[in-house]
């Protein structure tokens, strides 16, 4: 397709103009996010920066959660709102200071206008677009019409959404904006001798990296780019990856010497410390990944469903042969720059894989392999769309049309929604119950939630809006099943999961890994009572027991269940008696 013979609006998806229609698209795609507010992890970063959290930490220490010190993450557990089975040794530790400094900033510029908090993050998605639409030009050539095509399939890839929309994760916008730049300051230096490119690519990829992890992926795609496109001899390419190869040592040094990493959660797998049990899971996973970047299947049902997962697998596999099967076809007919750029963009979304497979599939992980992904699109579409005699590779540009546009151009605009009624209805259950402000003020105990979600969050939305701090707020259990509770003495309660287990969920297991079983008779103290494990099945308690300090029918526990969507007081059953508590509504099923 020549620049030339490109008319109307051709040439704003195609030609020179697709950047800025691509930086249009995603500031009109986005600003619906700033009326989301505040949501989930939201809540527990501005109540640290205003120094009102409920656990110890500060406004430059935003996202550690637990720091592998049992000493330290004991009171969290005893007082909650961290669940009982939590182990003691868990760390959530993730080294990202300028997020940290930005959230600081928007404290101090915006106050609690969320308005512009969500503004802010829009402007860092909105430079996304155009820092990823600078590259695919260095990549596939300054007027090709594939790298047009290539930055608007990226503006409206629908799994940006929730970086883009939620004020948690702004950690990955700004970590892949910084990153990026450095990739395009290092292209320019070894293709054209520019010579402040070198200090400006480490300067970049350290800024990414202080912002988080997602940086990573960043060097994933300066290592495809030496292996497969860049100039010189084999030696020269080697010796060009030397600086960023020391720079990740350093990070990653660093990570290390400052706490940082993850331990004792099924969630997070740490590559280095569990090498072999990362390998075993991650092409499940990374199946799972690709089967959302091209086919649209939502990966998040891997932590929501378990039964999903060979599904995921499955259709990962199916986009993994689709792809490879339409490229095959395709490559003939692309230009030899247009190749070179497509092979490294592509190697670099698959580099840029490995990093995020140390946690769960989400459709958020993808915004560093989605870069190659949308290149590679863009290839089928624009060389496929009209090939002629190859009934295949035009009913395979059509499909990936439908997956990539169509669900793009309708996927924005509904996660805003959804976003949005999430935030609304986590605001409403916190603060509508049929229990008074004061009883939530003392030793709250629920014994069944719906999920972490509905409970864990709770007491910090209370506290945003200035209800008072519980002394205690202990839940006994996310099990998505039916309960039994049974009064067994005047100070002591069983509650056993009816049809099933604790522990089964990957939400439960994300305070406790599978690795670390409950042995039977383990106790656990918690402020005002003491649980203990009576009963196992296969391995995982179903059966526990709870002993208060003391006989809670005199009023000095506040005893509660999730009823319709809203805390409300249970009223304990008499000694000897059983009460049913049904199963609860939630995503967790297993």
């Known amino acids: 397709m020549a620049d030339e013979a490109l008319q109307g609006w051709r040439r704003h998806v195609f030609g020179p103009g697709a950047g800025r229609t691509a930086v249009l698209l995603a500031t009109v795609l986005s600003l619906p996010f700033c009326f989301v507010g505040l949501f989930a992890d939201d809540y527990f970063h501005q109540l640290a920066i205003e120094r009102a959290a409920l656990m110890p930490v500060t406004p430059w ?7 592998g010190d049992p000493a330290r993450l004991r009171p969290i557990i005893e007082r909650g709102p961290y669940s009982w089975w939590t ?36 402007a860092w998605h909105v430079a996304l677009v155009a820092v990823v639409a600078a590259l695919f030009r260095r990549a596939l050539g300054p007027v090709a019409p594939l790298a047009g095509l290539a930055a608007l399939l990226f503006t409206l890839d629908d799994a940006h959404t929730v970086v883009a929309g939620w004020i948690a994760n702004r950690n990955a916008l700004v970590s892949t904006v910084a990153a990026l730049l450095g990739v395009l300051a290092h292209v320019r230096w ?36 030496e292996l497969t496109a860049a100039p010189g001899p084999w030696r020269t390419r080697l010796r060009s990856l030397v600086p960023i190869a020391l720079l990740g040592a350093g990070y990653i040094a660093l990570y290390r010497a400052s706490g940082s990493g993850a331990y004792g959660s099924e969630i997070y797998v740490d590559p280095m410390r569990e090498p072999l049990r990362f390998l075993v899971q991650a092409p499940a996973k990374a199946l799972a990944l690709i089967g959302a970047q091209f086919l649209g299947a939502t990966a ?4 929501v469903r378990v039964a999903a997962r060979p599904l995921l697998a499955a259709t990962g596999v199916l986009a993994l042969v689709l792809m490879v099967v339409l490229a095959r076809r395709v490559w003939p007919r692309l ?43 863009a290839v089928v579409l624009l060389y496929g769309w009209r090939a002629a005699g190859d009934r295949l590779l035009r009913a395979g540009a059509r499909l990936l049309f439908v997956m990539n546009v169509v669900v793009g151009l309708l996927g924005w605009p509904a996660a805003a929604v959804i976003l949005k009624l999430g935030a609304d209805e986590q605001t409403r259950s916190s603060l509508e119950t049929k229990l008074s402000d004061e009883a939530l003020a003392g030793r709250v105990v ?9 409970s864990l969050y709770v007491p910090m939305v209370r506290a945003w809006h200035h209800k008072p701090l519980p002394r205690s707020w202990n839940t006994l259990s996310f099990a998505p099943f039916a309960h039994r509770l049974t ?83 249970l009223r304990l059953p008499a000694v000897g008696q059983t009460l049913e508590l049904p199963r609860l509504h939630s995503l967790l099923a297993p």
């Open 61 to 67: 220490d935003l996202f550690t959660f637990a720091w």
């Open 87 to 122: 182990l003691p040794e868990l760390k959530f530790s993730f080294l990202r200071p300028l997020t940290c400094a930005l959230a600081n900033f928007d404290a101090l510029a915006f106050g609690r206008a969320f308005f512009f908090h969500h503004l802010h993050s829009v």
């Open 190 to 225: 070894r293709e054209q001798g520019w010579r402040p490119g070198l200090p400006l690519s480490l300067l970049g990829c350290a800024v990414g990296l202080s912002a988080g992890e997602t940086a990573l992926g960043a060097i994933a795609y300066l290592v495809a780019y």
């Open 300 to 303: 998040d049902l891997w932590m």
């Open 335 to 377: 230009p030899e720059p247009e190749r070179r750029g497509v092979r490294w963009l592509t190697l670099g979304a698959a580099f840029s894989l490995v990093p995020v497979l140390a946690t769960f599939p989400l459709n958020r992980l993808l915004l560093m392999p989605s870069i190659g992904g949308s290149a590679l699109v």
């Open 446 to 454: 629920i014994f069944v939630a719906p999920d972490p979600a509905a």
């Open 487 to 569: 009064r067994t003495g005047p100070d002591t309660v069983e509650l056993e999961v009816v049809d099933g287990r604790m522990l089964e969920t990957v939400f439960e297991q994300l305070m406790r890994g599978a690795s670390f079983p409950l042995p039977l008779g383990m106790k656990v103290k918690l402020e005002g009572s003491e649980v203990t494990v009576v009963g196992l099945n296969e391995g995982l308690p179903n059966r526990i027991s709870l002993r208060f300090d003391e006989n809670p029918d005199l009023g000095g526990y506040t005893i509660a269940q999730w009823e319709n969507g809203e805390l409300a007081p």
